[in-house]
């Protein structure tokens, strides 16, 4: 049911393996042009273009920004329709969310003695984007509010498409636990541009937090440096490293559960016992039937889900090193060793009872994860993306140290030809004496 199969000891196995990862580019240059041409609509016709986009993509009937509001009494109306147990187990996340957060809160460093350190303050505001496509996910709002609310953002708003005009009890819920400030239902590419660029209605943030479609993502690496964003997110991603420690059937609905997702979801399954993806296939096979969403994670698992067969455990760790996953599961009698040699992926998560899924929902860290590899070079989303910090300096002359800092500074400063700039310092040292 993995419809790519690799084996390192294949003499095409690098350039296969290559072209797979290259497939999977997120953008192309006509994603890239068509939303251009909406946040520019965007900037220069603000809440009219944002009327015309709404209508057009997401089949609805706007006549006014206000109409993107949606009230308190609606959000209460849905948190009322939502299943108890549903609500229950919600706050039973945000807690851990929460509570896992707080461990992470930056202090404020000020030497003493120099008066040298680092202050840290919370954005003004964000805006959290909730995904309203094939699946909605209510766990992202949680996941993203959750540590701006640790943080302490003093603004926290919410948008989702909420195709045809339809709320979604589980998001407006999610947003009631969380405490969101306000929600509107904007979504796609012209949503992001007016939180990016704000108007009379729609406030303009400080930074936009959440994964998206293509055209949502396109937008927020567009207007990168107009707004701040938390990353740009492809589609979920997970590997598997299992040696025949390892139960097929639990290895098999992992990656039926990370399929699930949509059909770009990307299912890799690596090993350094052949025969177990056999038995993972016959166990996919299995429990497809039974699944809503079988359609779905069936075109996933034949485009996107791949086997890699490895000699052993370093290949392996070189082979993960070179995806940096957004999910990483080791299930393996070594799976502690192999986890601290692994260096890039969002989360890894160790040995069989270590599921995604848990990470995804209850067990504290955010789910909102660097994928495309790019967990070589950012994290996961943390207290620390809600927050900004500025150097602090309150030196005075009668320091000991002065008369070294002015005298070295001078040096380089100097050397760079920036003459005014030696000149200021020296000046400070003619008033002292």
């Given at each position: 049911?993995?419809?790519?199969n690799?084996?390192?000891?294949d003499?095409?196995?690098?350039?296969?393996?290559?072209?797979?990862?290259?497939?999977?580019?997120?953008?192309?240059?006509?994603?890239?042009?068509?939303?251009?041409?909406i946040?520019?609509?965007?900037?220069e016709?603000?809440?009219?273009?944002?009327?015309?986009?709404?209508?057009?993509?997401?089949?609805?009937?706007?006549?006014?920004?206000?109409?993107?509001?949606?009230?308190?009494?609606?959000?209460?109306?849905?948190?009322?329709?939502?299943?108890?147990?549903?609500?229950?187990?919600?706050?039973?996340?945000?807690?851990r969310?929460?509570?896992?957060?707080?461990?992470?809160?930056?202090?404020?460093?000020?030497?003493?003695?120099?008066?040298?350190g680092?202050?840290?303050?919370?954005?003004?505001?964000?805006?959290?984007?909730a995904?309203?496509?094939?699946?909605?996910y209510?766990?992202?709002?949680?996941?993203?509010?959750?540590?701006?609310?640790?943080?302490?953002?003093?603004?926290?708003?919410?948008?989702?498409?909420?195709?045809?005009?339809?709320?979604?009890?589980?998001?407006?819920?999610?947003?009631f636990?969380?405490?969101?400030?306000?929600?509107?239902?904007?979504?796609?590419?012209?949503?992001?541009?007016?939180?990016?660029?704000?108007s009379?209605?729609?406030?303009?943030?400080n930074?936009?937090?959440?994964?998206?479609?293509?055209?949502?993502?396109?937008?927020?690496?567009?207007?990168?440096?107009?707004?701040?964003?938390?990353?740009?997110?492809?589609?979920s991603?997970?590997?598997?490293?299992?040696?025949?420690?390892?139960?097929?059937?639990?290895?098999?609905?992992?990656?039926?559960?990370?399929?699930?997702?949509?059909?770009?979801?990307?299912?890799?399954?690596?090993?350094?016992?052949s025969?177990?993806?056999?038995?993972?296939?016959r166990?996919?096979?299995?429990?497809?039937?039974?699944?809503?969403?079988?359609?779905?994670?069936?075109k996933?698992?034949?485009?996107?889900?791949?086997?890699?067969?490895?000699?052993?455990?370093?290949?392996?760790?070189?082979?993960?090193?070179?995806?940096?996953?957004?999910h990483?599961?080791?299930?393996?009698?070594?799976?502690?060793?192999?986890?601290?040699?692994?260096?890039?992926?969002?989360?890894?998560?160790?040995?069989?009872?270590?599921?995604?899924?848990?990470?995804?929902?209850?067990?504290?860290?955010?789910?909102?994860?660097?994928?495309m590899?790019?967990?070589?070079?950012?994290?996961?989303?943390?207290?620390?993306?809600?927050?900004?910090?500025?150097?602090?300096?309150?030196?005075?002359?009668?320091?000991?140290?002065?008369?070294?800092?002015?005298?070295?500074?001078?040096?380089?400063?100097?050397?760079?030809?920036?003459?005014?700039?030696?000149?200021?310092?020296?000046?400070?040292?003619?008033?002292?004496?």
């Open positions: 049911m993995l419809g790519n690799l084996n390192t000891d003499k095409a196995f690098i350039s296969s393996f290559e072209g797979y990862l290259n497939k999977r580019a997120l953008f192309t240059l006509a994603i890239s042009n068509e939303v251009k041409e946040v520019n609509q965007v900037k016709k603000g809440d009219k273009a944002l009327i015309e986009l709404t209508n057009k993509f997401d089949k609805r009937r706007v006549s006014s920004v206000n109409d993107f509001l949606v009230s308190a009494a609606q959000i209460e109306e849905s948190y009322s329709r939502v299943d108890p147990k549903v609500i229950s187990a919600m706050k039973f996340s945000y807690e969310i929460l509570d896992f957060h707080r461990n992470y809160i930056n202090k404020d460093h000020i030497h003493t003695n120099s008066k040298l680092k202050l840290s303050r919370p954005l003004e505001s964000i805006l959290v984007y995904p309203g496509g094939k699946a909605s209510p766990s992202t709002v949680l996941m993203a509010a959750g540590p701006a609310k640790v943080a302490g953002v003093k603004k926290i708003y919410l948008t989702s498409p909420f195709m045809g005009g339809k709320f979604n009890d589980l998001i407006l819920a999610a947003s636990i969380a405490g969101v400030d306000q929600v509107f239902s904007i979504g796609g590419a012209q949503g992001i541009a007016s939180f990016a660029y704000g009379k209605t729609i406030p303009r943030v930074k936009i937090i959440g994964p998206g479609n293509k055209y949502v993502s396109e937008a927020k690496r567009l207007l990168y440096g107009t707004v701040g964003i938390d990353m740009i997110a492809g589609p991603e997970l590997v598997i490293y299992a040696d025949n420690s390892a139960n097929p059937s639990i290895v098999a609905i992992d990656l039926i559960a990370q399929a699930e997702h949509d059909d770009e979801a990307c299912s890799i399954l690596i090993t350094n016992d025969s177990l993806i056999e038995k993972v296939n166990e996919i096979k299995r429990y497809l039937e039974a699944l809503a969403r079988k359609k779905i994670i069936k996933s698992l034949m485009q996107s889900g791949l086997s890699i067969v490895v000699k052993n455990t370093k290949e392996a760790i070189e082979i993960i090193n070179k995806i940096a996953p957004e990483l599961q080791i299930i393996s009698s070594d799976a502690e060793v192999i986890g601290k040699k692994v260096e890039a992926a969002g989360v890894i998560l160790i040995g069989q009872d270590s599921a995604t899924a848990l990470s995804d929902y209850v067990l504290g860290p955010s789910h909102i994860l660097p994928t590899g790019s967990s070589k070079f950012s994290s996961g989303l943390s207290i620390g993306d809600f927050l900004i910090s500025s150097s602090y300096v309150n030196i005075n002359s009668e320091q000991r140290e002065y008369k070294d800092l002015i005298t070295n500074a001078c040096i380089l400063a100097e050397a760079e030809g920036l003459t005014a700039h030696s000149m200021s310092l020296k000046e400070r040292m003619r008033i002292k004496d």
